[in-house]
């Protein structure tokens, strides 16, 4: 039986890149009319998603951040547990090292002075 993939809902429209990846890797449910969510509806995705992508312009209650930190511990026990989509807990299908595309986060590209070590 195939590990179900994590609920990700993203408040507001991403670059199309990011938007197919995302699809790939999650249960992705994006907001292609870019229209900006209401507390009512970011209170819903809080409740109802794995992880929430918010922008800057968004209003995140105190009571939302509470349930955000409650969802963050049900989501790593469920990762613990193993029942999280093999390919989004292991980073499978992301580019190898040598395969990193120009621009793209590696260890490489980080200042030595900035490594938290």
């Not at 229209?35 to 312009?57: F, H, K, N």
């Not at 292991?90 to 090292?97: K, L, V």
């Amino acid at each position: 039986m195939a590990a179900r993939k994590p609920k990700v809902i993203v408040t507001r429209k991403l670059p199309d890149s990011v938007e197919t990846r995302m699809r790939e890797l999650f249960d992705a449910r994006l907001n292609l009319d870019d229209t900006p969510m209401t507390s009512e509806q970011i209170a819903e995705a809080v409740r109802t998603a794995d992880v929430l992508v918010p922008t800057v312009t968004d209003e995140i209650t105190e009571d939302d951040s509470a349930q955000m930190l409650e969802l963050e511990e049900s989501l790593l026990a469920a990762a613990a547990e193993g029942s999280l989509a093999e390919s989004t807990v292991s980073g499978e299908g992301e580019p190898a090292d040598d395969e990193a595309e120009e621009g793209t986060f590696s260890e490489e590209n980080v200042d030595p002075e900035d490594r938290d070590e």
